[in-house]
């Protein structure tokens, strides 16, 4: 794990069939950590984690459980995810505790609505930090540009289209991905290059 910028901790997993790199995140706060869409750490990564505790998981999509279990047994953290992605991610064995609502903050974050990959899927919009997280609704690849997933894996490809372009009227300049390699600065612009692509732009 490494601290991508301050309080916030991120490792990868590299995904071959993709040709990127996976990311979990772990956000340190003195009311209690988050862990956002953890990727396996490895034997090393998984005790860095419980050493540094997590109370709460935050799962941005259905697709993105990853390694939530495992670091929910041994830390005690509740997991949570939009109510939208709830049934399909615990058909494929997340444990779920709660629920992520559009317009909700937990801790620091606020969570934003950005349906379309998925009926569920959230971004994570830190403002005080100009800090917004995604996970499948952007991806940062190739490293530098925000791009979208395949078409034929959205569930409503103008409907994250549309999602997206809302993300324009948060405030930031980092974005963290849970897909592909971050940028942190002046990340807006490159999101605004991706919407200019978008048909009817």
Not at 44 to 66: C, D, F, K, P, Y
């Amino acid at each position: 794990m490494h601290e991508i910028v301050p309080d916030i901790f991120t490792w990868a997993w590299f995904s071959a069939p993709h040709g990127y790199n996976f990311n979990g995140y772990l956000v340190r706060r003195p009311a209690g950590n988050l862990c956002i869409d953890p990727v396996p750490p490895g034997d090393a990564g998984l005790a860095e984690i419980v050493q540094l505790g997590v109370t709460t998981i935050l799962l941005t999509n259905r697709n993105h459980s990853r390694a939530a279990n495992v670091v929910r047994e041994r830390t005690g953290a509740k997991t949570f995810i939009h109510p939208d992605d709830a049934a399909h991610a615990r058909s494929q064995g997340a444990e779920i505790d709660g629920e992520l609502s559009g317009g909700e903050k937990i801790g620091p974050v606020m969570i934003v609505a950005v349906p379309g990959k998925s009926p569920g899927e959230v971004a994570l919009h830190w403002p005080e930090r100009s800090l917004l997280i995604v996970g499948d609704a952007v991806i940062g690849n190739p490293p530098g540009q925000c791009a979208l997933l395949r078409e034929k894996v959205m569930d409503d490809p103008a409907r994250l289209r549309q999602s997206v372009r809302k993300l324009l009227d948060l405030e930031f300049d980092t974005l963290l991905f849970g897909d592909g390699v971050s940028i942190l600065r002046d990340a807006k612009l490159g999101l605004k290059d991706l919407v200019t692509t978008f048909p009817g732009v």
